[in-house]
Nanobody
Framework: QVQLVESGGGLVQAGGSLRLSCAASGSIFSINVMGWHRQAPGKQRELVARISSDGSTKYVDSVKGRFTISRDNAKNTVYLQMSSLKPEDTADYYC???????????????????WGQGTQVTVSS
């Protein structure tokens, strides 16, 4: 009923910037917490940043001061502005929403723990 679609990944040199976008599609009524996770080869997936519906944010220590998460509730979209990129930021980045309320016919329903398909970010040294 709902899905998350990421865009904006790519190849960038160390010190460069990228902006990731993640748009939720479907008859969205509201989205609770949205976040970005990443998974590097051979490593576990980790939370990079998340933003609540009220705008409060949380970042993993390794990206504080370099990455900024934001959201546009009218567009059901979350962004991740990444600056001063390092080779260790190389990973597949996944968008996540913990709870989406959507319209289904005459009713509203909830979908939980929704993931996007991922977008690759490669930072060259």
């Amino acid at each position: 009923q709902v899905q998350l679609v990421e865009s904006g990944g790519g190849l960038v040199q160390a010190g460069g910037s990228l902006r990731l976008s993640c748009a939720a599609s479907g008859s969205i009524f509201s989205i609770n917490v949205m976040g970005w996770h990443r998974q590097a080869p051979g490593k576990q997936r980790e939370l990079v940043a998340r933003i609540s519906s009220d705008g409060s944010t949380k970042y993993v220590d390794s990206v504080k001061g370099r990455f900024t998460i934001s959201r546009d509730n009218a567009k059901n979209t979350v962004y991740l502005q990444m600056s001063s990129l390092k080779p260790e930021d190389t990973a597949d980045y996944y968008c996540h929403a913990d709870r989406i309320r959507y319209i289904s016919g005459s009713y509203s329903s909830y979908e939980y723990d929704i993931w996007g398909q991922g977008t690759q970010v490669t930072v060259s040294s």
